[in-house]
């Protein structure tokens, strides 16, 4: 089999590369994150003009590319830390609405891909879990629509979304009685407050809802049936937030190594004492093998692969792990530097912990790969 990415990606990889060194340097990151939520509106345009913003999405529906077009966007963007909704919109909310499908979600699908929406998940509650048990805020039947009750914690860009894909019980217990609704602009009962974080250039909001009333028409997908839908769409989340973190990962090397070659001591670069390469050659092996596993679990949710849940959970934890050590690493290899606040190192340490529990950590995903092997 050749997983390599065609031509036309790796074109796509260059042009990417190319606009976010000039559209994204490290002074714009630092600008947009000291902004109340994180994000620019001419930035979302400019990546809707290119097209990334329809990556994934049907044809007929607006979009371009498939979801192997969207991984390579994901990396450059770790790459850089683009800050604001793109993640969350193309690699939460997107996949959700793609496998639950119906009216709704078309359209929101079609508003995303011409640019004119932002979107993300409301999953996660108090108790942290990523599994269908810490799924507990209830919908219940209210005329003919639906009434929201309860709250959901670390939703990521949440006060820039124009639409959530909040998942709610709505009956029975575990993968059972869970539904998926869409809720759009900022209804009655619902409020959206900011919590603090660790990334700087993505924003996390706790949502509450009470007494939220929510049409027939916004349920997504089959009532009651909605875990295994949403059970799909996180494992194409986790592997858009892989290519995330190995692009971060990268970016940490290069500048870990530009840095050894440059800095000397005692006449010498720093590089050719053991105590530094040798972080240099750790951190060069972690992220390549965290490439390759993210590379091979894209491709099979792309190809929809019996493995592909094995292939993601493995992907998240070994990448997880990388990118932390990564930007620790490459901290001690600049020294001093490295822990200043006028130095890039810190966002990219603030991404990598972030992104480690985002989704699930490695622990979470280690016992889904020992489930998996009947252990």
């Known amino acids: 089999m050749d997983f390599a990415f065609s031509d036309e990606q790796e074109m796509l990889r260059t042009s990417a590369r190319e606009f976010l060194a000039r559209e994204c340097p490290s002074s714009y990151v630092r600008r947009v994150a000291e902004t109340e939520d994180a994000w620019d509106g001419a930035m979302w345009e400019r990546m809707a ?6 990556l994934g999405i049907p044809e007929h529906l607006g979009g371009v590319g498939g979801f192997l077009d969207l991984i390579v966007i994901l990396e ?3 790459r850089t830390l683009l800050p ?12 959700a609405l793609l496998e639950a499908g119906g009216t709704a979600a078309e359209e929101v699908m079609s508003a995303i891909a011409a640019g004119r929406a932002r979107a993300t998940l409301a999953l996660t509650e108090p108790s942290g879990r990523w599994d269908a048990e810490g799924v507990t805020l209830s919908a219940r039947r209210s005329g003919s629509a ?43 009962g619902m409020t959206v407050t900011p919590l603090e974080g660790l990334d700087l250039t993505r924003r996390w909001y706790e949502v509450r809802f ?17 875990w295994a839908p949403l059970a799909r769409a996180l494992e194409w989340a986790t592997a858009g937030l ?13 500048m870990s190594v530009e840095y050894a070659k440059t800095r000397h001591q005692f006449g010498k670069p720093i590089g050719i004492y053991q105590a530094v390469s040798h972080k240099l050659a750790d951190m060069l092996l972690e992220t390549e093998s965290a490439r390759s596993a993210t590379y091979y679990a894209a491709w099979t949710v792309e190809a929809d692969a019996p493995d592909r849940s094995l292939a993601v959970s493995m992907a998240k934890a070994y990448t997880s792990d990388a990118y932390r ?5 490459g901290i001690q290899v600049h020294g001093g530097i490295g822990f ?3 130095h890039d190192l810190h966002l990219y340490f603030r991404r990598a912990k972030a992104s480690e529990v985002l989704l699930g950590d490695a622990t979470y995903h280690r016992e889904l790969v020992a489930r998996a092997l009947d252990l």
Not at 174 to 185: A, H, R
Not at 217 to 226: C, E, P, S, T
């Open 325 to 329: 050590r990564a930007t620790g690493n």
């Open 76 to 78: 450059e963007t770790g």
């Open 340 to 342: 200043t606040w006028e």
């Open 210 to 226: 009470e007494g939220v009333e929510v049409p027939e028409a916004n349920v997504l997908g089959a009532v009651d049936r909605g």
């Open 84 to 95: 604001g909704p793109y993640f969350s919109t193309m690699g939460l909310a997107l996949p």
């Open 242 to 254: 892989c290519a995330e973190m190995v692009g971060g990962s990268q970016r940490v090397l290069d």
């Open 49 to 54: 003009a290119m097209g990334w913003t329809g």
């Open 146 to 188: 639906w009434r929201l009750d309860g709250a959901k914690l670390f939703v990521p860009d949440a006060g820039v979304a124009d639409h959530l894909v909040v998942a709610a019980r709505t009956g029975g217990a575990g993968e059972d009685g869970i539904t998926l609704f869409l809720v759009s602009d900022r209804p009655s």
